[in-house]
């Protein structure tokens, strides 16, 4: 198994540029199931749960293609030919019961594997199996998969969502833009990845209003057609490179980086005393003098803080002066980099959602252990800082959300490289 080797203390200085949004691509992926015309995604990101989805699409008869170094899929649906989305596939990645409203909209029957358990909570999919039955659809749990039905198609239909759910939204607006009739979403989702998915639907013909806003409309249509979308920018992936010149000093900026895309967690980042700088190119981090300042967090769907920024933002406040309050409250289980950062000397007290950190002056290098994808990257962050040498194992979660992270940290001046099969 492959690990990262950090070897902290050097300021960075230089550009990074963001790749496409994997929360996104991973949405808009399965929206090629919902019409027999190709899909081409460009400002693809190239990752490992990229190639999952690929590998899913493939085992229902969909083509994709990579193009262009991968940066460009090309999609088609044309012969759907298996219904069956197999446990095999989907228990590698939860995103994958976003396939179960396109392709119940598009051929009004389904078989999607449940996907099983997750390091960061227990993540039920309660809410997109509700919205489908609001829009009409039968379902049934059986051995492990939800079996779905629409013999006569969807049914528009008005649908609440007693908490929000990004992926559920996701998926009962990509199966009500085919359904007959007006569906009405409230307390949807207001991520940026929704926004793309509904301007990607919208290329294809779909007729959908509110994107963005808690309450979305969509008129649905009888079929759609072919398009071309580029993949909105990685919000995360953003923010975690804004954090490297934070954390290790220095000034780097992010290319294709938009301050809508990351508003709460650059003021955040703002409050410690970090320069923050929209330019022509992207955003542009900046930390001169002395250690940051201690902020409180409290994670929040969008608009507020993301909660797949709160591991890395730990990690800066492990070197900030003061105390920081860190409250998770969107997944029951994601402070397990706490304990990783502890072995680095950070002092920190997990009690249920909240962790308290206090900020010492200086990390020490360590072997630490990745548990999950937003986890693993904040160890390398904080081993930009460690006096010595950070060794991070298990990095495959990595590999699930971040291309090429060494190039683009050894980019900057990181002293940082891949080490394979230790
Ligand atoms: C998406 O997950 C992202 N994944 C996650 O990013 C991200 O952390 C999360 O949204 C929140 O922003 C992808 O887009 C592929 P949710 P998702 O449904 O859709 C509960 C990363 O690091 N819930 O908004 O699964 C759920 O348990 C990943 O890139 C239900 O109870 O998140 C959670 O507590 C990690 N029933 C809360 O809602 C449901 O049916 C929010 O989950 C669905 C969700």
């Given at each position: 198994m492959d690990s990262i080797l950090v070897r902290g203390g050097t300021e960075l200085a230089g550009e990074i540029p963001i790749a496409g949004a994997k929360n996104a691509c991973l949405t808009l992926m399965p929206a090629t199931l919902l019409s027999d015309e190709p899909l081409t995604l460009t400002n693809a990101p190239r990752l490992s749960d990229i190639r999952t989805m690929t590998q899913l699409l493939a085992s229902l008869g969909a083509e994709v293609t990579q193009l262009q170094d991968g940066q460009v899929l090309a999609m088609s649906?044309?012969?759907?030919?298996?219904l069956t989305a197999d446990y095999d596939i989907v228990r590698k990645m939860r995103a994958s019961i976003l396939v179960l409203g396109p392709m119940l909209a598009r051929c009004g029957r389904a078989v999607v594997s449940l996907p099983g358990g997750c390091a960061i909570g227990a993540r039920p999919v309660d809410l997109h199996l509700k919205g489908l039955e609001a829009l009409g659809a039968t379902l049934d749990l059986k051995d492990g998969y939800v079996h779905a039905e629409a013999k006569s198609g969807l049914k528009g239909a008005v649908f609440e969502f007693p908490l929000v759910s990004v992926g559920a939204t996701e998926n009962i607006l990509m199966a009500s833009v085919l359904a007959k009739g007006t569906t009405v979403l409230k307390n949807a989702a207001r991520e940026p990845e929704i926004v793309d998915l509904a301007q990607c639907l919208r290329r294809m013909g779909a007729q959908i209003e509110g994107e963005g806003t808690s309450e979305i409309t969509i008129q649905g249509v009888d079929r759609l057609h072919g398009a071309t979308h580029p993949v909105v920018p990685d919000r995360i992936e953003l923010g975690t490179y804004m954090l490297a010149p934070a954390i290790a000093g220095g000034s780097v900026e992010c290319l294709g980086g938009r301050m809508e895309l990351v508003s709460s967690f650059a003021e955040k980042l703002a409050a410690t005393g970090v320069e923050i700088e929209e330019t022509a190119k992207g955003l542009k981090v900046t930390r001169k003098n002395g250690r940051v300042r201690s902020v409180d967090v409290e994670t929040a769907p969008f608009p507020g803080f993301p909660t797949d920024l709160q591991a890395q933002m730990m990690a800066l406040m492990c070197t900030a002066d003061g105390v920081s309050v860190l409250e998770e409250r969107i997944f029951e289980n994601r402070f397990m980099h706490a304990p990783e950062l502890m072995r680095m000397g950070a002092s920190i007290d997990v009690s249920g959602g909240t962790a308290t950190v206090t900020g010492v002056e200086k990390l020490k290098g360590a072997p630490v252990m990745a548990t999950d994808l937003r986890a693993s990257v904040s160890l390398i962050l904080a081993g930009l800082a460690a006096e010595g040498e950070t060794r991070v194992s298990r990095v495959y979660h990595l590999d699930r959300g971040y291309e090429h992270v060494v190039r683009k940290l050894s980019g900057v001046g990181a002293s940082i490289e891949r080490v394979h099969g230790e």
């Open positions: 649906s044309h012969d759907i030919n298996n």
